[in-house]
């Protein structure tokens, strides 16, 4: 007899993740890939003492600009460098001018500017470092499976810090979350940045994404909007009554460059852990 079909929505598996959100970041932290990737930044990051030195270590610097969602810039190492130069104090420095909250927040975390070679030694750093990488290291695994997802979980870790509609403008991510909600056209990146964001300005107020509920409020309705505009092709069915899973289905076959770690699904994990032990998280 054929079990019962359940039917997966972008929102149902958002809230899935963010609804234990700390579970999830402990399998992804213990996947080999990011425990591999984690281990070398935790043991060489100390013995950095400058911007170009970071720039300059490729394994360094990939895994620190992922970490803050720059994982696409990592080509931009003179950019980045010059960035991390400056620092932020300055109004002109560019962390400050690029209205990126991102490369702001990166350009804080590795302060050279102000700190110099007590930047990279600090615990502090490290730990915020590797946390913010886990993030996005689970961010891109739901991605693989839904990008609505993704683009849920990344706009619920970043909106917060958000302070300005440039910001919201200048982040990809961010900006696909809020046409969508609003149901904005893509096509308004065409128009003059500055009525973007006349517009965005007038249907937004940006200190709601400061408070927990409008902000869980905002993400919902866009995981509804995403799966209306794909026109179900978010939706997903799964048989309750399946609950062998092959060693295929557990390990991404994603490879890692020169390393030959086979990452594993932490989606999988739980899904076979919560076969196994009959509870839903």
Do not use: H
């Not at 993030?135 to 870790?157: C, I, K, R, W």
């Not at 500055?194 to 300005?201: G, K």
């Amino acid at each position: 007899m054929k079990g019962k079909q359940a039917v997966t929505t972008t929102l149902s598996a958002y809230l899935t993740v963010a609804n234990n959100l700390s579970q999830w970041q402990t399998i992804t932290a213990k996947t080999p890939a990011v425990q591999t990737a984690t281990q070398y930044f935790e043991n060489n990051i100390g013995g950095v003492t400058s911007a170009q030195q970071l720039v300059d270590n490729p394994r360094l610097f990939g895994y620190a600009m992922t970490a803050f969602g720059l994982g696409d810039m990592t080509y931009a190492k003179g950019l980045m460098e010059k960035v991390l130069q400056q620092g932020v104090t300055s109004s002109a420095a560019l962390a400050n001018t690029l209205d990126n909250t991102n490369i702001f927040a990166f350009a804080k975390a590795f302060d050279f500017a102000d700190n110099g070679s007590a930047t990279t030694p600090s615990a502090n750093l490290v730990s915020q470092v590797v946390n913010k990488y886990v993030e996005n290291s689970l961010e891109t695994s739901q991605g693989q499976q839904d990008p609505g997802v993704q683009l849920a979980l990344y706009f619920q870790a970043n909106a917060p810090s958000v302070t300005s509609v440039y910001q919201i403008l200048a982040d990809k991510n961010l900006l696909s979350v809020v046409q969508t909600a609003l149901g904005v056209s893509p096509l308004t990146g065409e128009e003059p940045i500055d009525t973007q964001a006349q517009m965005l300005t007038s249907k937004l107020n940006l200190s709601d994404f400061q408070n927990p509920t409008k902000l869980q409020n905002f993400i919902e309705r866009f995981c509804a909007q995403y799966d209306a505009n794909s026109n179900t092709r978010g939706a997903t069915t799964s048989s309750a009554s399946t609950t062998t899973l092959t060693t295929a289905s557990l390990f991404q076959t994603t490879p890692i460059a020169g390393s030959g770690i086979i990452e594993i699904n932490p989606s999988t994990l739980l899904s076979a852990d919560n076969a196994n032990s009959g509870l839903l998280l």
